[in-house]
Protein backbone atom coordinates (compact mmCIF):
# COMPACT_ATOMS: atom_id res chain seq x y z
CA UNK A 1 0.00 0.00 0.00
CA UNK A 2 1.16 3.71 -0.64
CA UNK A 3 2.01 6.19 1.29
CA UNK A 4 0.36 9.19 1.20
CA UNK A 5 3.53 11.01 0.43
CA UNK A 6 4.41 8.04 -2.36
CA UNK A 7 0.98 8.83 -4.04
CA UNK A 8 1.51 12.71 -4.26
CA UNK A 9 4.81 12.19 -5.99
CA UNK A 10 3.25 9.55 -8.37
CA UNK A 11 0.34 11.87 -8.99
CA UNK A 12 2.88 14.97 -10.32
CA UNK A 13 4.78 12.50 -12.19
CA UNK A 14 1.76 11.62 -13.93
CA UNK A 15 0.35 15.20 -14.49
CA UNK A 16 1.34 16.69 -18.14
CA UNK A 17 4.25 19.24 -18.85
CA UNK A 18 3.40 22.77 -17.87
CA UNK A 19 3.59 25.18 -21.04
CA UNK A 20 6.49 26.69 -20.12
CA UNK A 21 8.64 23.39 -19.37
CA UNK A 22 8.34 22.44 -22.97
CA UNK A 23 10.46 23.75 -25.77
CA UNK A 24 8.72 26.77 -27.33
CA UNK A 25 6.59 26.42 -30.44
CA UNK A 26 8.01 27.99 -33.53
CA UNK A 27 5.87 30.24 -33.73
CA UNK A 28 6.35 30.94 -29.72
CA UNK A 29 10.06 31.01 -30.83
CA UNK A 30 9.68 33.74 -33.97
CA UNK A 31 7.92 36.40 -31.36
CA UNK A 32 10.34 35.89 -29.02
CA UNK A 33 13.38 36.70 -31.72
CA UNK A 34 11.66 39.49 -32.56
CA UNK A 35 11.47 40.88 -29.47
CA UNK A 36 14.59 39.94 -27.70
CA UNK A 37 17.21 41.88 -30.23
CA UNK A 38 14.75 45.07 -29.71
CA UNK A 39 14.56 45.03 -25.65
CA UNK A 40 16.32 48.43 -23.63
CA UNK A 41 19.13 46.11 -21.73
CA UNK A 42 19.92 49.33 -20.03
CA UNK A 43 16.54 48.77 -18.03
CA UNK A 44 15.67 46.69 -15.26
CA UNK A 45 13.24 45.36 -17.12
CA UNK A 46 15.05 45.00 -20.37
CA UNK A 47 17.24 42.70 -18.66
CA UNK A 48 14.86 40.96 -16.42
CA UNK A 49 12.39 39.89 -19.90
CA UNK A 50 15.81 39.09 -21.62
CA UNK A 51 16.62 36.13 -18.95
CA UNK A 52 12.87 35.05 -19.63
CA UNK A 53 13.34 34.50 -23.19
CA UNK A 54 16.73 32.86 -22.42
CA UNK A 55 15.42 30.12 -20.51
CA UNK A 56 12.12 29.91 -23.07
CA UNK A 57 15.19 29.72 -25.94
CA UNK A 58 17.45 27.38 -23.86
CA UNK A 59 15.00 24.41 -24.30
CA UNK A 60 15.19 24.53 -27.97
CA UNK A 61 17.25 21.10 -28.64
CA UNK A 62 20.91 21.38 -30.37
CA UNK A 63 20.39 23.33 -33.39
CA UNK A 64 21.56 21.43 -37.03
CA UNK A 65 23.13 23.57 -39.68
CA UNK A 66 20.33 24.32 -41.75
CA UNK A 67 18.63 25.90 -38.51
CA UNK A 68 22.07 28.10 -37.64
CA UNK A 69 21.52 29.84 -40.83
CA UNK A 70 17.62 29.87 -40.56
CA UNK A 71 17.68 31.56 -37.29
CA UNK A 72 20.56 34.29 -38.61
CA UNK A 73 18.52 35.07 -41.27
CA UNK A 74 15.48 35.77 -39.31
CA UNK A 75 17.47 37.47 -36.57
CA UNK A 76 19.05 39.71 -39.23
CA UNK A 77 15.53 40.59 -40.43
CA UNK A 78 14.63 41.43 -37.02
CA UNK A 79 17.49 44.10 -36.30
CA UNK A 80 15.91 45.47 -39.13
CA UNK A 81 13.06 47.13 -37.31
CA UNK A 82 15.54 48.45 -34.52
CA UNK A 83 16.00 52.19 -33.70
CA UNK A 84 17.38 54.06 -36.61
CA UNK A 85 19.01 57.05 -37.17
CA UNK A 86 17.62 60.99 -39.01
CA UNK A 87 19.59 61.81 -42.27
CA UNK A 88 21.97 64.90 -42.44
CA UNK A 89 21.55 67.77 -39.62
CA UNK A 90 20.84 68.19 -36.10
CA UNK A 91 18.70 65.63 -34.10
CA UNK A 92 17.50 64.11 -31.00
CA UNK A 93 18.04 60.62 -29.96
CA UNK A 94 15.68 60.77 -27.57
CA UNK A 95 13.49 63.60 -29.28
CA UNK A 96 10.63 63.96 -26.68
CA UNK A 97 12.42 64.56 -23.96
CA UNK A 98 15.18 66.61 -26.24
CA UNK A 99 17.79 64.59 -24.57
CA UNK A 100 20.75 62.73 -26.47
CA UNK A 101 21.25 65.00 -29.35
CA UNK A 102 23.46 63.88 -32.51
CA UNK A 103 24.68 65.14 -35.94
CA UNK A 104 25.18 63.70 -38.74
CA UNK A 105 27.19 64.65 -41.65
CA UNK A 106 30.17 63.83 -43.60
CA UNK A 107 29.38 61.35 -46.46
CA UNK A 108 25.57 60.34 -45.46
CA UNK A 109 24.89 58.62 -49.10
CA UNK A 110 27.07 55.74 -49.83
CA UNK A 111 29.21 55.53 -46.60
CA UNK A 112 32.02 53.38 -46.51
CA UNK A 113 32.40 53.48 -42.53
CA UNK A 114 31.31 55.24 -39.66
CA UNK A 115 33.07 57.65 -37.90
CA UNK A 116 31.58 58.69 -34.04
CA UNK A 117 32.83 62.11 -33.81
CA UNK A 118 33.17 63.29 -30.29
CA UNK A 119 33.69 67.11 -28.66
CA UNK A 120 35.85 68.99 -26.25
CA UNK A 121 35.00 70.83 -23.88
CA UNK A 122 34.89 70.02 -19.76
CA UNK A 123 32.73 71.47 -16.90
CA UNK A 124 29.80 73.39 -18.38
CA UNK A 125 31.17 73.41 -21.74
CA UNK A 126 31.30 71.63 -25.15
CA UNK A 127 28.81 70.67 -27.87
CA UNK A 128 28.41 68.22 -30.59
CA UNK A 129 28.37 71.46 -33.34
CA UNK A 130 32.26 71.79 -32.74
CA UNK A 131 33.18 68.63 -33.76
CA UNK A 132 30.79 68.44 -36.48
CA UNK A 133 31.80 71.14 -37.81
CA UNK A 134 35.51 70.68 -37.58
CA UNK A 135 35.65 66.95 -39.13
CA UNK A 136 32.36 67.35 -41.09
CA UNK A 137 34.04 67.94 -44.59
CA UNK A 138 37.30 65.65 -43.69
CA UNK A 139 35.18 62.74 -43.51
CA UNK A 140 32.51 63.11 -46.54
CA UNK A 141 36.12 63.55 -48.48
CA UNK A 142 36.98 60.34 -47.11
CA UNK A 143 33.77 58.53 -47.68
CA UNK A 144 32.59 58.12 -44.06
CA UNK A 145 29.39 59.07 -42.54
CA UNK A 146 29.73 61.19 -39.04
CA UNK A 147 27.69 60.94 -36.54
CA UNK A 148 28.71 63.67 -34.10
CA UNK A 149 27.10 63.14 -30.42
CA UNK A 150 27.33 65.65 -27.37
CA UNK A 151 27.85 64.25 -24.09
CA UNK A 152 24.45 63.93 -21.78
CA UNK A 153 26.00 65.93 -18.87
CA UNK A 154 28.98 68.17 -19.34
CA UNK A 155 31.34 67.00 -17.06
CA UNK A 156 35.30 66.70 -16.96
CA UNK A 157 35.03 63.24 -17.94
CA UNK A 158 31.80 64.01 -20.06
CA UNK A 159 32.48 60.68 -22.66
CA UNK A 160 32.17 57.79 -19.50
CA UNK A 161 29.73 59.90 -17.25
CA UNK A 162 25.99 59.81 -16.87
CA UNK A 163 24.86 57.29 -19.25
CA UNK A 164 27.10 59.15 -22.35
CA UNK A 165 28.77 56.15 -23.06
CA UNK A 166 25.71 53.92 -23.45
CA UNK A 167 24.64 56.35 -26.10
CA UNK A 168 27.85 56.17 -27.84
CA UNK A 169 27.00 52.40 -28.16
CA UNK A 170 22.87 53.32 -28.82
CA UNK A 171 24.26 55.22 -32.11
CA UNK A 172 26.36 52.42 -33.38
CA UNK A 173 23.65 50.41 -33.29
CA UNK A 174 21.10 52.63 -34.75
CA UNK A 175 23.80 54.02 -37.67
CA UNK A 176 24.94 49.90 -38.67
CA UNK A 177 20.68 49.97 -39.18
CA UNK A 178 20.47 53.34 -40.97
CA UNK A 179 23.47 52.48 -43.91
CA UNK A 180 24.48 49.53 -45.07
CA UNK A 181 27.83 50.32 -43.16
CA UNK A 182 30.19 47.07 -42.18
CA UNK A 183 30.74 46.84 -38.31
CA UNK A 184 34.08 45.94 -39.17
CA UNK A 185 34.52 49.79 -40.18
CA UNK A 186 33.75 51.72 -37.03
CA UNK A 187 36.00 54.44 -35.65
CA UNK A 188 36.17 56.80 -33.05
CA UNK A 189 37.62 59.64 -33.45
CA UNK A 190 37.57 63.22 -30.97
CA UNK A 191 40.10 66.21 -30.08
CA UNK A 192 40.68 67.82 -26.71
CA UNK A 193 38.56 65.76 -23.98
CA UNK A 194 36.68 64.60 -27.52
CA UNK A 195 40.55 62.52 -27.66
CA UNK A 196 39.83 61.14 -24.16
CA UNK A 197 36.93 60.10 -25.23
CA UNK A 198 37.82 58.28 -27.97
CA UNK A 199 40.65 56.80 -26.35
CA UNK A 200 38.49 55.40 -23.28
CA UNK A 201 35.18 54.06 -25.44
CA UNK A 202 37.58 52.49 -28.06
CA UNK A 203 38.99 50.73 -25.58
CA UNK A 204 35.84 49.82 -23.49
CA UNK A 205 34.22 48.36 -27.04
CA UNK A 206 37.65 47.58 -28.85
CA UNK A 207 35.30 44.66 -30.47
CA UNK A 208 33.08 46.78 -31.35
CA UNK A 209 36.14 49.08 -33.13
CA UNK A 210 38.24 48.91 -36.57
CA UNK A 211 40.54 52.08 -35.07
CA UNK A 212 40.41 55.37 -33.08
CA UNK A 213 42.12 58.61 -34.01
CA UNK A 214 42.82 60.85 -30.45
CA UNK A 215 43.35 64.62 -30.98
CA UNK A 216 45.20 66.14 -28.30
CA UNK A 217 43.32 64.49 -25.98
CA UNK A 218 44.96 61.59 -23.72
CA UNK A 219 44.10 58.44 -21.29
CA UNK A 220 43.54 60.03 -17.74
CA UNK A 221 46.94 59.82 -16.10
CA UNK A 222 47.47 58.59 -12.70
CA UNK A 223 50.37 60.67 -10.52
CA UNK A 224 52.03 60.12 -7.92
CA UNK A 225 51.23 63.86 -6.40
CA UNK A 226 49.61 66.37 -8.09
CA UNK A 227 51.87 68.01 -10.40
CA UNK A 228 54.15 65.36 -9.78
CA UNK A 229 55.68 62.69 -12.79
CA UNK A 230 52.95 60.23 -14.39
CA UNK A 231 53.14 56.95 -12.77
CA UNK A 232 50.28 54.69 -14.40
CA UNK A 233 47.12 55.54 -16.76
CA UNK A 234 43.67 54.86 -15.60
CA UNK A 235 43.00 51.15 -15.84
CA UNK A 236 40.73 49.80 -18.61
CA UNK A 237 41.99 51.70 -21.85
CA UNK A 238 45.71 50.13 -22.84
CA UNK A 239 45.54 46.57 -22.25
CA UNK A 240 42.15 46.08 -24.26
CA UNK A 241 43.17 47.87 -27.36
CA UNK A 242 45.60 45.33 -28.22
CA UNK A 243 43.66 44.79 -31.50
CA UNK A 244 42.91 48.36 -32.27
CA UNK A 245 44.73 50.83 -34.28
CA UNK A 246 45.48 54.03 -32.63
CA UNK A 247 46.79 56.49 -34.06
CA UNK A 248 47.81 59.45 -31.41
CA UNK A 249 48.22 63.22 -32.84
CA UNK A 250 49.59 65.80 -30.12
CA UNK A 251 51.64 68.83 -30.54
CA UNK A 252 54.55 69.71 -28.16
CA UNK A 253 53.72 72.66 -27.26
CA UNK A 254 49.98 72.63 -26.69
CA UNK A 255 49.00 74.63 -23.53
CA UNK A 256 45.80 73.15 -22.66
CA UNK A 257 46.43 69.10 -23.08
CA UNK A 258 50.33 69.05 -22.53
CA UNK A 259 52.07 66.07 -24.16
CA UNK A 260 53.40 64.37 -21.39
CA UNK A 261 50.40 61.91 -21.21
CA UNK A 262 50.12 60.79 -24.64
CA UNK A 263 53.82 60.29 -24.57
CA UNK A 264 53.06 57.58 -21.63
CA UNK A 265 50.45 56.25 -23.75
CA UNK A 266 52.25 55.42 -26.41
CA UNK A 267 55.09 53.90 -24.43
CA UNK A 268 52.62 52.29 -22.73
CA UNK A 269 51.11 50.72 -25.92
CA UNK A 270 54.94 50.02 -26.67
CA UNK A 271 55.77 47.68 -23.82
CA UNK A 272 52.19 46.10 -24.42
CA UNK A 273 52.71 45.30 -27.66
CA UNK A 274 56.45 44.13 -25.99
CA UNK A 275 54.16 41.73 -23.50
CA UNK A 276 51.11 40.39 -25.88
CA UNK A 277 51.92 41.07 -29.12
CA UNK A 278 49.82 43.57 -31.10
CA UNK A 279 48.99 47.01 -30.22
CA UNK A 280 49.54 48.47 -33.27
CA UNK A 281 49.74 52.22 -33.26
CA UNK A 282 51.21 55.62 -34.42
CA UNK A 283 52.27 58.60 -32.10
CA UNK A 284 52.64 61.61 -34.33
CA UNK A 285 53.84 64.95 -32.26
CA UNK A 286 54.28 68.06 -33.79
CA UNK A 287 56.07 71.39 -32.59
CA UNK A 288 53.97 74.99 -32.95
CA UNK A 289 50.36 73.99 -33.07
CA UNK A 290 49.44 74.32 -29.80
CA UNK A 291 45.88 72.99 -29.01
CA UNK A 292 44.72 73.11 -32.56
CA UNK A 293 44.39 70.85 -35.33
CA UNK A 294 47.58 68.58 -36.72
CA UNK A 295 48.84 69.71 -39.65
CA UNK A 296 46.84 68.88 -42.47
CA UNK A 297 43.33 69.18 -40.36
CA UNK A 298 41.62 66.71 -39.48
CA UNK A 299 41.69 64.79 -42.70
CA UNK A 300 45.32 64.13 -42.51
CA UNK A 301 44.62 62.63 -38.82
CA UNK A 302 41.84 60.21 -39.82
CA UNK A 303 43.30 59.49 -43.40
CA UNK A 304 45.70 57.74 -41.37
CA UNK A 305 43.09 54.78 -40.14
CA UNK A 306 40.03 54.62 -42.96
CA UNK A 307 42.16 51.84 -44.06
CA UNK A 308 41.99 49.71 -41.41
CA UNK A 309 39.31 46.70 -40.88
CA UNK A 310 38.40 45.47 -37.37
CA UNK A 311 39.17 41.65 -36.70
CA UNK A 312 36.63 40.08 -34.73
CA UNK A 313 37.97 37.18 -34.44
CA UNK A 314 41.65 37.50 -33.14
CA UNK A 315 43.66 35.10 -32.19
CA UNK A 316 44.63 36.84 -29.08
CA UNK A 317 42.41 38.58 -26.65
CA UNK A 318 43.54 40.78 -23.81
CA UNK A 319 40.67 42.53 -21.91
CA UNK A 320 40.52 44.61 -18.70
CA UNK A 321 36.70 44.91 -17.93
CA UNK A 322 35.99 48.26 -16.10
CA UNK A 323 31.77 48.46 -17.06
CA UNK A 324 29.81 46.21 -15.23
CA UNK A 325 27.47 46.29 -17.99
CA UNK A 326 29.79 45.13 -20.55
CA UNK A 327 29.96 41.37 -20.73
CA UNK A 328 30.41 40.59 -24.19
CA UNK A 329 34.03 41.11 -25.76
CA UNK A 330 34.99 39.57 -29.07
CA UNK A 331 34.88 36.02 -28.19
CA UNK A 332 34.81 36.09 -25.00
CA UNK A 333 31.39 36.72 -22.47
CA UNK A 334 31.55 37.22 -18.49
CA UNK A 335 28.32 37.31 -16.56
CA UNK A 336 29.84 39.33 -14.03
CA UNK A 337 33.08 40.85 -15.23
CA UNK A 338 35.91 41.10 -12.70
CA UNK A 339 36.49 44.57 -12.92
CA UNK A 340 40.42 45.97 -13.54
CA UNK A 341 41.36 42.18 -13.40
CA UNK A 342 43.86 41.61 -16.52
CA UNK A 343 42.39 38.65 -18.58
CA UNK A 344 44.22 37.37 -21.75
CA UNK A 345 43.09 34.30 -23.81
CA UNK A 346 44.61 32.66 -27.12
CA UNK A 347 43.15 30.62 -29.87
CA UNK A 348 45.23 27.18 -30.35
CA UNK A 349 43.22 25.98 -33.62
CA UNK A 350 45.54 22.83 -34.31
CA UNK A 351 44.68 21.65 -30.52
CA UNK A 352 40.84 23.30 -30.69
CA UNK A 353 41.98 24.44 -27.64
CA UNK A 354 41.20 28.23 -25.75
CA UNK A 355 44.03 29.13 -23.38
CA UNK A 356 43.29 31.39 -20.48
CA UNK A 357 45.19 33.45 -17.95
CA UNK A 358 43.76 35.97 -15.74
CA UNK A 359 44.49 37.98 -12.37
CA UNK A 360 41.13 36.94 -10.52
CA UNK A 361 38.78 33.74 -10.27
CA UNK A 362 37.05 33.85 -13.91
CA UNK A 363 33.35 32.88 -12.28
CA UNK A 364 30.77 33.21 -15.21
CA UNK A 365 33.36 33.55 -18.14
CA UNK A 366 32.34 31.60 -20.80
CA UNK A 367 34.21 30.93 -24.96
CA UNK A 368 31.81 31.84 -27.45
CA UNK A 369 32.16 29.79 -30.63
CA UNK A 370 31.68 28.94 -34.20
CA UNK A 371 33.64 27.87 -37.40
CA UNK A 372 35.69 31.32 -37.33
CA UNK A 373 36.92 30.30 -33.77
CA UNK A 374 37.11 26.59 -33.49
CA UNK A 375 36.31 22.99 -34.99
CA UNK A 376 32.74 22.14 -33.73
CA UNK A 377 33.14 19.08 -35.59
CA UNK A 378 36.21 18.34 -33.22
CA UNK A 379 36.08 18.47 -29.08
CA UNK A 380 37.04 21.74 -27.61
CA UNK A 381 39.26 21.81 -24.84
CA UNK A 382 39.11 25.04 -22.41
CA UNK A 383 42.34 25.85 -19.74
CA UNK A 384 42.41 28.74 -17.08
CA UNK A 385 45.76 29.65 -15.60
CA UNK A 386 46.42 25.59 -16.75
CA UNK A 387 43.74 23.82 -15.71
CA UNK A 388 41.70 22.34 -18.05
CA UNK A 389 37.86 23.28 -17.15
CA UNK A 390 36.28 22.15 -20.37
CA UNK A 391 36.38 19.33 -22.47
CA UNK A 392 33.64 18.33 -25.04
CA UNK A 393 31.98 18.88 -27.73
CA UNK A 394 30.06 22.40 -27.98
CA UNK A 395 26.27 22.24 -29.97
CA UNK A 396 24.82 24.99 -31.60
CA UNK A 397 22.28 26.78 -29.39
CA UNK A 398 19.63 28.91 -30.01
CA UNK A 399 20.03 31.00 -27.03
CA UNK A 400 23.47 31.49 -27.31
CA UNK A 401 23.11 33.57 -30.61
CA UNK A 402 20.34 35.32 -29.45
CA UNK A 403 22.78 36.06 -26.25
CA UNK A 404 25.28 37.37 -28.68
CA UNK A 405 22.51 39.53 -30.74
CA UNK A 406 22.51 42.27 -28.81
CA UNK A 407 23.57 44.43 -31.24
CA UNK A 408 22.99 44.39 -34.70
CA UNK A 409 26.37 43.05 -35.60
CA UNK A 410 26.95 39.57 -37.43
CA UNK A 411 30.73 39.27 -36.56
CA UNK A 412 30.04 39.37 -33.14
CA UNK A 413 27.27 36.56 -33.38
CA UNK A 414 27.67 33.32 -31.80
CA UNK A 415 26.23 30.02 -31.95
CA UNK A 416 27.67 28.48 -28.84
CA UNK A 417 29.12 28.46 -25.95
CA UNK A 418 31.21 27.09 -23.81
CA UNK A 419 32.42 27.28 -19.65
CA UNK A 420 36.30 29.17 -18.63
CA UNK A 421 35.07 28.25 -15.49
CA UNK A 422 35.46 25.25 -13.21
CA UNK A 423 31.71 23.70 -12.89
CA UNK A 424 30.67 21.32 -10.19
CA UNK A 425 30.20 17.83 -12.07
CA UNK A 426 28.07 15.02 -10.24
Known amino acids: MLTRTATAILCLIAQPL????????????????????????????????????????????????????????KIAKAWEDGRKLEGPGDHWFWPDEKRGRYIVGGEAKKPNGLAITMHGGGVGSGDAGSAAS?????????GLVMVAPEVLEKTELGWTDSGTEEFVLGLVDAALRTWKIAPDRVYFVGHSMGGYGSWALGAHHADRVAAIAPSAGAPTPIRERRGGPIVDLVEGVIPSLRNVYTSIYQSA??????????????????????????????????????????????????????????NPIPERIVWQPVLAWKHQFYW???????????????????????????????????VLLDDRVLDLERAVTVTVNDVEVFSGIAEPSLATMLRTSRHPDPGLQFVTRVPAFARDRD
Do not use: M
Request: hydrophobic fraction near 35%; glycine fraction near 6%.
Open 332 to 366: LSWDRPALNAILQADLDRDANKVAITCSAPTDGLW
Open 18 to 73: SAQDKPPSRRELDKLVEEIVLLDLLTAEGRERQEEILQRTALVPPLRARDVKTWQK
Open 253 to 310: DDPRVPPDPNRFAAEALAKAAERWGGYPHEYWEVEGRGHGAPPGGYEAHVRRIVQTDR
Open 134 to 142: AYGSALSAL
